[in-house]
């Protein structure tokens, strides 16, 4: 069996420069560059590039290299840890906000208001009420979906506070 046709391939040349030609092709390998112009050339090429590689120095590293890494790397978990508390305080105080102006605002803005919409409708407001003694128990056994609606209304809004908040990754130089 030969391993050897043509010219050179990239890993013979190789080989050939390291010394290190296999037992089946080195007496084919040796044969053919002593012949041949272009892989003389190719062998040359790979003599050259080893040469240079083996001149070129390993730069050290410095001594404190680990320990600068890894206070970097605390550097920025801490960065964006208090971004993350950052924006959990603003979530809180926006939610907290929401709820409060539901809380103070709710009873005493909205009612009267509805009540004086429901008056001026008359007849139809009549109606209304009278439906909504009816409807009172079933909105009062609805009322944590009901809830759930107004929280999910109000997650637009916390979206919107969210686009309005710097990037977790823009105070990190
Ligand atoms: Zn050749």
Redesign the pocket.
Known sequence: MTTFT???TDAQAQRLVDGVLLETEAAEVEA??AG?A??QAEVESYRLLGDALEGLEIPELPADFTVGVLERIETRERAVAHDRRAAAAIFGAALGGIVLAVVLLGAGTWAPEASRLVEGLGDAGRALRLSSDVLGPIVSALRIPIAAACAAAALPVLFALSRLMPSPRTEIA
């Open positions: 043509g010219h050179l053919h560059v041949c272009a892989c």
